[in-house]
């Protein structure tokens, strides 16, 4: 999700030179699409995770980003009724934590003069109560108006405090992949209004 922010402001921008450097990427929660999956014993539970919010400033002349991609952890679901109830309740606890949150602050770009190329976003990641140091790579393209950035990584849930939902014989993963497909639009960044 991340990298798709970077990724669309970047390939818009840079294919388009003659706009202002500061740019604004606005991504389109119903077009983005971020899906995970947990690895267990005999099986892959599969699952998806909805954009709520999605806004990047990027600074094209002084390279630098910032911004907020916002998920709701409350509608992540992976189609069995009785998996998502665990899921929610002892591993997101997703009523005390109703958000995920990855924070822009920096961005390092490779894009062509089409506006293709890898964009990596850093910054935060906030889920379950606590913040990450966070680093995603996307590839970004362009499709008419639209900037397209797609990628993968993998969480380590355990490892940042959430619980290991194993039992028994049926043995969990101890990080989820989730991979991404972002779309937004690029806009010149509106100079702020000093007029009183």
Do not use: C
Request: glycine share 8%; charged share 20%; proline share 4%.
């Amino acid at each position: 999700m991340m990298r798709v922010v970077a990724a669309v402001a970047l390939v818009a921008a840079l294919a388009a030179p003659a706009q202002a450097a500061e740019q604004i990427l606005r991504f389109d929660p119903a077009a983005t699409r971020v899906e995970f999956a947990l690895e267990a014993t005999l099986h892959t539970a599969e699952g998806t995770l909805q954009m709520r919010e999605g806004e990047i400033r990027v600074d094209l002349e002084g390279g630098t980003a910032s911004g907020r991609l916002v998920f709701d952890a409350t509608r992540a679901k992976t189609g069995n009724d009785g998996r998502d109830k665990k899921m929610h309740e002892e591993v997101l606890e997703s009523a005390r934590h109703p958000e995920i949150v990855f924070t822009v602050s920096g961005m390092t770009t490779a894009i062509d003069s089409t506006g293709a190329g890898t964009v990596t976003l850093q910054g935060l990641l906030a889920i379950h109560g606590s913040e990450h140091p966070f680093t995603v790579t996307g590839r970004v393209r362009r499709e008419g108006d639209n900037v397209v950035a797609e990628g993968s990584f993998t969480i380590p849930y355990v490892a940042w405090g959430m619980k290991d939902p194993s039992v028994f014989v049926m043995r969990v993963a101890k990080e989820v992949a989730v991979h991404f497909t972002a779309v937004g639009t690029l806009a010149p960044a509106r100079a702020p209004d000093t007029a009183k």
